[in-house]
């Protein structure tokens, strides 16, 4: 337990000596937990996020199904972050001005695919939401990895260069 008490000071750059509201967040936007349980959190909430995604391949053949959990998912995996930096502190980092525009292009993915699945159930829609859900998520992820976004967009550009 000793060893963990630096994970609130290195994420977070300071102490937990605030004042805490009673929905349990201090006012630079962490949570009162542990750091020993924020780790569990994030543990249980990722491992629990990337079993529904490979349970979702099992019942690949069915879009509906597979689209629910395999959404279910991946906001499990992606909220997963939540627990080590605090919820609040998640949502400034999504709305950042650096992804403001993959946050906004991934979470109306999620909400087409389970519209797609939920409402509309046409299959070929909620895979098509699916794939756009998935190349979402990458571009997403993308953006907290200094410079990959530029380098995957040059990849592609001298991949599809018809100049030899």
Known sequence: ????????????????DQEEDPLGEFEDGSC???P???LYGFAASLVVGLAFMLLSLVV???PIKFAIMFTFGNILAVGSTAFLIGP???ARM?????????TAVYVGSVIL??????WIHSKVLTLIAIISEICALVWYSLS????????VSELFISCCDTEI
């Open 1 to 16: 337990m000793e060893r963990f008490k630096w994970l609130p000071q290195s994420l977070l750059g300071g102490g937990q």
């Open 32 to 34: 009162s937990l542990s």
């Open 36 to 38: 020993l349980q924020r």
């Open 60 to 62: 690949f053949y069915k």
């Open 88 to 90: 609040v502190q998640q």
């Open 94 to 102: 999504m709305l950042d001005p650096v992804r403001i525009y993959a």
């Open 113 to 118: 695919a389970l519209l797609c699945a939920l």
């Open 144 to 151: 907290y990895v200094p410079f990959a976004r530029r380098m």
